[in-house]
């Protein structure tokens, strides 16, 4: 198995390199990045996984109709039977993992001596992880093991984004300024609203020189076609997302936009776009959850983004954010690996 067969979304396949290995190659005491199958609980696993720049096996999680149940113990019973045969020795030395799926996993293998990285807050024993990662507009308690980030870990690296400004390099004979525009969808729902989507993509392209926009799983077909009708007459185009290419301009949108434009319903995308140095500006496209809300909320306050809004978009200075770097220099001080 690849890390690509972990179900990674579309925009998180580029040309990362990682130092993946086979269970039969793994050192006794090596990294296990466990991956679920949702996207961007993936990412989180691969992000750190990957910028730790160490050997790791990856084990793809999939779940039988018991991981409905909030597991409050250590066990594999949620797994399906497939994925409790790649539970198996050299037993790690670190896990790390994303989603309160994965928790009772990554507690049985601590019984095994693992230590243990998580993403997200766990459902039960948060004592039992050696370092949790968790969201601030999550509002995590100040704990020894609690380590608050802004948005969420993922794959996107300045030596990810050097690497594909040098792929893209077309892009650079756009007209400027070259507006990237993320657009995703609702958290839960049947795709974003077409006319909403058009709107969107019109205001951007009324304010730049060109548009290179992309669009994401939860963007919907029908969506999808209506912000394509609204930068037909914009230089630039629009990558529609699809399961899987060869292909993607997805870093190579963060690493040459002038300005970044990302709607808020996607914390994933926005964490991305942070690692750019671009003016970064965020829609509401309405109904946004609470915690997506205290997450733009918190950025702004930070002076990290701007909110959208139709009569213009001004560049503003604004530093690198990467966050998952700092999740990764903060295991290795605490010796985790």
């Known amino acids: 198995m690849t890390p690509e067969a972990a179900d990674a979304p579309e925009r998180q396949q580029l040309n990362y390199n990682p130092r993946w290995l086979s269970p039969d190659t793994l050192p006794t005491g090596g990294i296990m990045a466990l991956v679920d199958r949702r996207a961007g609980t993936a990412a989180q696993t691969l992000g750190i996984a990957e910028r730790l720049g160490e050997p790791y096996r990856l084990v793809a999680l999939r779940w039988s109709g018991s991981a409905k149940i909030p597991w409050p113990w250590p066990t594999l019973a949620g797994l399906s039977s497939d994925s409790r045969h790649g539970i198996a020795p050299p037993w790690p030395s670190l896990v790390i993992s994303a989603g309160r799926r994965s928790v009772p996993v990554a507690r049985w293998l601590r019984r095994r001596g693992a230590k243990l990285v998580h993403c997200g807050w766990p459902n039960f024993a948060p004592s039992a992880f050696d370092l949790l990662v968790v969201g601030k507009h999550d509002r995590p308690y100040d704990a020894p093991n609690v380590l608050p980030i802004q948005g969420a870990t993922h794959r996107i690296s300045a030596r990810v984004l050097a690497r594909a400004r040098e792929e893209w390099a077309e892009f650079a004979a756009l007209p400027q300024p070259r507006i990237g525009l993320l657009v995703g969808g609702p958290v839960r729902g049947e795709g974003l609203d077409p006319g909403l989507a058009e709107r969107i993509a019109a205001q951007v392209a009324g304010l730049a020189g060109s548009v ?71 829609i509401d496209p309405g109904g946004l959850p609470k915690r997506h809300r205290a997450f733009i909320d918190g950025l702004v306050a930070e002076g990290q983004a701007k909110l959208f809004v139709e009569t213009g978009l001004e560049p503003f200075t604004r530093t690198s954010l990467d966050e998952t770097a700092r999740v990764c220099a903060e295991i290795r001080s605490r010796g985790l690996i």
Do not use: C, F
Request: positive net charge; aromatic residues 6%.
């Open 212 to 282: 290179i926009a992309t669009t994401s799983r939860r963007t919907g077909s029908t969506a999808a076609q209506a912000v394509a009708r609204a930068l037909v007459r914009t230089p630039g185009g629009l990558h529609r997302w699809k399961d899987s290419e060869s292909r993607n301009p997805y870093a190579g949108i963060l690493a040459w936009a002038d300005i970044l434009v990302v709607t808020g319903d996607s914390v994933s995308m926005v964490s991305e776009a942070l690692v750019s140095e671009a003016p970064l500006y965020i």
